[in-house]
């Protein structure tokens, strides 16, 4: 029997109920396989326009096997369903589905493709209703493989070999389900379901909880450069970054008045330190769910935001996608389905200062009634950046079988509620004319980078272990497509702007900072202010003062001086953000991306290239004050002495609490004088 026919220039084959596509797909290909009758529309994460008739399909004479070839990756199927990858070039293995037979009379449970009674199959579904499935899709491992990518996790090891990912939005967490391997290939798990991902020693597994289908998408590549531009090709990219985004932003929890904003700004401005953003974070409006400035704390927006224009600082404001149920906007939107629903139970979904609903940008109109709002209260007064916060969006009961988007049940495509969320400003501040639109926000999945999305890493703890895992975070999260990435300087939640070892721990914190695609310093500090009111804006409490003069003489000396030399990278950072926004470049990323063949940068964890000719080296632990540096192939100059060092070699540099470990390769033009 013939299992295998071609169809719109895609091979199908069908066997036992279940049908699979592979299909061409930019410099790739798409892999779909369910028990349904038919595939969905949706593409997901796929968006790009990119050719689907560009490969080459064939099938044996014999109809034991057929296969797929595109963008130098093959794919061949056989008549049993089994799946492998080959790079073209050199016919070279890559990954193959993980099937274990059951052969009567031989050698008992056998890696082969023969007639048999029982076997292990790599796809395995289970019908959860109606047409969603519980899948599973498994690969053979390889043990001296190492991978890295999927997004955002709270952890100190780069190699994600050995992980299980929960793949699942959660306030610090990014699900962002594309691996990058270092056997030279390049996977989307193309589904936005709620699932795991693990990376075991004895197989590669993801899983879906809830789904009408599997759907990958795999390339091949001789560098991660290679890889990351051809998944960039199918997932869109970045838009070229602002120049002014790229100098030094000012934020805290949280700033209360109007009067309060100004004179911070004004403050910087006296000063001559240069400060491109300053940040109103939550709770300066009305309601949750009203999505404008509460007037009694902040009466003038229109002349806060020309007044700050006219010093060079543009505003940004926090917004939620939270609607209280005492919002003037709630019946409104619950009216008219815009948002998340309860399958079960109150339509809650948060308990938040009252009782909240979450908007659902899965829903078009959602999207356009939350802008709607945005333009009306925001852009009139000249405001043009937005803080999407709580994009996760953050359950108070994360169960996601009780809730229901205009996309389906929860469990289906929750993770891609960030990348709606974004959409629903991007498409907005493009309709205004907004060229390069950039938004902060607190998630991420496949995809999120085309709309702007300057994804920052949540409420982390204030604490060395943390400030190691946000190397981690931003590495991966690069290496997933996002190249737009930063943390709280000094992270959220702990740090007492008196404790000594905090303030260690903020320089080292604001040294990294100085070298991650934004500079934006931000953070819950101890001891707190008491709220202003009761009501509105001046219902939540703020936090310790957090800018640079509110800590030693020293601290502030050595802040301005990485706020100046930010500055006059300025050239330098235009031309690696036009590589994001051309090539989706991770603006930070780890020895090996630019050093594929060089053994000795390939388990370095502790670095970073900042651009092509920046090395980095930050401090991570407490009480350091030198460190080992591994400096990869070339010559470099250390920042700080001006002393040359050749390549390729492990060298102990002095790292006083003030300065952080720089290199800059010889002969480029990195800083200004």
Avoid at 31 to 38: E, I
Avoid at 65 to 70: F, I, L, R
Avoid at 97 to 122: F, M, N, P
Avoid at 261 to 288: C, K, N
Wanted: hydrophobic letters at 35%.
């Amino acid at each position: 029997m013939n299992y295998f026919s071609i169809s719109d220039n895609a091979l199908l084959f069908r066997r036992r109920g279940e049908l699979a596509e592979l299909r061409p797909w930019g410099r790739g290909i798409r892999v779909r396989a369910t028990m349904n009758h038919a595939f969905t529309s949706a593409d997901w994460a796929l968006s790009e326009k990119v050719p689907t008739k560009n490969g080459q399909i064939s099938i044996s004479e014999d109809g034991s096997e057929a296969s797929v070839a595109a963008g130098g990756i093959r794919a061949v199927i056989s008549a049993y369903g089994r799946i492998c990858y080959y790079r073209q070039s050199d016919g070279a293995l890559l990954l193959k589905e993980y099937y274990r037979s059951w052969d009567h009379g031989t050698e008992g449970w056998k890696d082969l493709d023969t007639i048999v009674q029982q076997r292990i199959a790599a796809r395995s579904y289970k019908n959860v209703g109606g047409d969603h499935w519980r899948i599973s899709l498994r690969f053979e491992a390889s043990e001296k493989e190492r991978i890295y990518g999927m997004g955002q996790y709270q952890q100190s090891g780069l190699n994600l070999k050995g992980s299980h990912l929960d793949l699942v939005q959660k306030n610090t967490q990014a699900s962002v389900p594309f691996m990058m391997s270092s056997l030279g290939y390049g996977l989307l798990w193309n589904n936005p379901a709620v699932g795991t991902a693990s990376f075991a020693t004895n197989e590669t597994e993801f899983t879906a909880e809830a789904s009408p289908q599997i759907d990958l998408w795999i390339t091949c590549g001789d560098t991660p450069a290679q890889i990351t531009e051809q998944y960039t090709e199918v997932t869109g990219r970045v838009p070229m970054m602002p120049d002014w985004a790229m100098g030094f932003w000012q934020c805290k929890l949280r700033y209360q008045s109007q009067d309060e904003v100004l004179q911070i700004a004004r403050r910087y401005h006296e000063m001559g330190v240069p400060l491109s953003v300053i940040v109103i974070d939550f709770f300066h409006w009305t309601q949750q769910g009203e999505w404008k400035f509460d007037p009694v704390y902040f009466p003038d927006p229109a002349a806060m935001v020309r007044e700050l224009h006219s010093m060079g600082i543009r505003l940004m404001v926090s917004i939620w996608p939270t609607v209280d149920h005492s919002s003037e906007n709630y019946r409104e939107m619950y009216e008219w389905d815009l948002l998340v629903r309860a399958n079960r139970g109150m339509n809650i979904t948060m308990d938040c200062w009252g009782l909240e609903s979450f908007i659902d940008p899965t829903n078009p109109k959602a999207r356009e009634f939350l802008w709607q709002k945005a333009e009306e209260h925001y852009l009139r007064y000249g405001v043009d950046l937005f803080w999407l916060d709580e994009a996760e969006p953050e359950y108070t009961a994360p169960d996601f079988d009780l809730y229901r988007y205009y996309d389906g049940n929860a469990l289906s495509c929750a993770n891609e509620y960030p990348v709606r969320y974004a959409q629903a400003f991007y498409d907005g501040m493009k309709k205004e004319g907004i060229e390069n639109p950039i938004n902060l926000i607190r998630c991420a999945w496949a995809g999120s980078q085309k709309y702007g999305a300057l994804v920052w890493s949540g409420d982390v703890p204030s604490t060395f272990t943390y400030l190691r895992y946000q190397l981690t975070a931003g590495l991966n999260m690069g290496m997933a497509g996002i190249a737009w990435w930063t943390a709280d300087i000094g992270g959220f939640h702990g740090g007492n702007v008196h404790d000594p070892a905090f303030q260690e721990l903020l320089c080292r914190w604001f040294q990294f900072g100085a070298f991650c695609p934004v500079m934006r310093l931000h953070g819950d500090r101890d001891p707190h202010k008491k709220p202003l009111g009761t009501s509105g804006g001046g219902m939540v409490a703020s936090g310790a003062d957090n800018e640079i003069w509110s800590y030693t003489p020293e601290m502030q000396e050595m802040m301005t001086y990485y706020i100046r030399l930010r500055e006059s990278m300025k050239d330098y950072l235009r031309q690696t953000m036009k590589e994001a926004h051309e090539k989706g470049t991770p603006v930070i990323r780890p020895l090996f991306y630019d050093n594929p063949e060089d053994p000795a940068v390939q388990d370095v964890e502790d670095e970073y290239l900042f651009g092509h000719d920046l090395c980095v080296a930050p401090v991570l632990t407490a009480g350091t004050v030198c460190r080992k540096v591994v400096l990869p192939a070339g010559n470099w100059i250390e920042y700080e002495t001006g002393r040359k060092f050749s390549g390729d070699q492990t060298i102990e540099v002095s790292a006083p609490m003030v300065r952080i470990p720089l290199f800059v390769r010889e002969g480029a033009q990195v800083f200004k004088s």
